[in-house]
Structures are given as C-alpha cells and as structure tokens.
C-alpha cells in the first residue's frame, strides 16, 4: 500500500494533535497536546532554514503520519524518523513511505551519505520499518532512555548512501 508524500505545511498543524492524541506511545514524539503546541511543532519542521525536512504521509488529503530527516549539513548526515496516527498503523503505509523518503534524503536533492535511526527495543514494529526502508542494525545501545522508571534499550541502524 502506497500514500502520496508531500511536505509537511503549517495547515497540517490540526491533523499533527489529532494524532499525537491518538495513542499514548506518541508523547515520546515530542510535546503536542495543545492546538498552540501543534503549531509550534509544525512551524519549527517547516522552517526552510532550520535542518528538517518533513513529509505529510497523506491519506484522504489528510495527514495520517511523517517521516522527516534532520540533517547535519556539515557531515552529510541525517538522523531518520517516523510516526503515524493509530488508525492507520499495520497497513505498511509508513514503510513504503519511509523508504521512499530515505531515497530522496540518500540522492542528490537530499545531500545525504548516510541515514541514522534509533528505537526503543519495545516498539519492535519500528525496527520492521526501518529493515524494510533498508536500513542496517549497527548496535544496542544499553539503557538509553529513561520510561516510567525503567531504563529501556535502543537499537540503532544506519543505511548509507552506497548501501543497496
């Protein structure tokens, strides 16, 4: 299943609290629980001269989800992320997405030689999207974050501009 990609946009700001109301896991995304918070969210990953470059996963000309890269212009880098709205998780529309993205950030428009991601060891279908987006487990990281008092891993992946 495929969805069109396009930039995220300022009037995405309604559909980005909607989904960060959603479903609880989508706190670790950042702080959007508020309209004003939704748009100062949005605002700061539409910033053409601020480092992310941010896509509305659309689905009935709404955004159902994201993918963006922040991009460290000095080393050519970009760390990769991803999130979608509960209702239209499982149906591989972020997956198709994010590879699709990971393409664009990997060739010339994107300026990227090599994608970085992370996630926590309990959200194993993050780790699906990131193997078929093809990106490379690299490593544990032991401990890293801090969730409701206990300290949880997180497995890191890579995907080089060179990788096939």
Known sequence: MTAPLRRLRQDDAPAVLAA???????????TVTTPAEAEAYVARL???????????????????????????????????????????RGGGLVTTSARAVADWALGEEGGCER???????????????????????????????????????VLTYGRLRSDP
């Open 46 to 88: 539409c910033d053409p001269a601020g480092p992310h470059r941010a896509f509305a996963i659309d689905v009935d000309s709404a955004l159902a989800g994201l993918v963006a890269v922040t991009v460290d212009a000095e080393n050519r880098n970009g760390w990769f992320w991803y999130w979608m709205h509960a209702a239209h």
């Open 20 to 30: 960060f109301r959603s479903a609880p896991d989508m706190a670790r995304q950042g």
């Open 115 to 153: 994608l970085e991601l992370g996630h926590r060891v309990n959200n194993p279908a993050s780790g699906a999207v990131a193997r078929a987006a093809g990106f490379v487990l690299e490593g544990r990281e032991r401990g890293k974050f801090l969730i409701a008092g206990e300290r949880i891993d």
